[in-house]
């Protein structure tokens, strides 16, 4: 399963096409140069329970380390892994 990323100046999302359908998608936007807010992630019903959610976040940690980048999670279920794995995405979590 390839994720993808698209993302412009403003904002940019990480997703998964299956047979030219987007089945499942983490969006995220600029708050400013250094400091992303990933705001929504969604996964077709057909894919959860298989850890595609997970996967979403780590490829935008890697973006972000990548690109020395920090983010906040308005997102609740990105909120929700941030807070439960604090000691391993500390550097990238903003504030």
Same mark, same amino acid.
């Given at each position: 399963?390839?994720?993808k990323?698209?993302?412009?100046?403003?904002?940019?999302?990480?997703?998964?096409?299956?047979?030219?359908?987007?089945?499942?998608?983490m969006?995220?936007?600029?708050?400013?140069?250094?400091?992303?807010?990933?705001n929504?992630?969604?996964?077709?019903?057909?894919?959860?329970?298989?850890?595609?959610? @997970?996967?979403?976040?780590?490829?935008?940690?890697?973006?972000?380390?990548?690109?020395?980048?920090?983010?906040?999670?308005?997102?609740?279920?990105? @909120?929700?892994?941030?807070?439960?794995k604090?000691?391993?995405?500390?550097?990238?979590? @903003?504030?």
């Amino acid at each position: 399963m390839e994720i993808k990323h698209q993302k412009d100046q403003e904002s940019g999302t990480f997703f998964i096409e299956i047979n030219g359908t987007r089945e499942a998608e983490m969006t995220y936007r600029y708050i400013n140069t250094n400091t992303i807010d990933i705001n929504h992630t969604e996964v077709n019903d057909a894919l959860k329970g298989e850890g595609v959610g @997970s996967k979403l976040v780590e490829a935008a940690v890697k973006f972000l380390r990548e690109n020395n980048l920090k983010a906040v999670a308005s997102c609740s279920y990105v @909120s929700h892994v941030f807070d439960k794995k604090q000691e391993m995405y500390k550097d990238i979590i @903003s504030g």
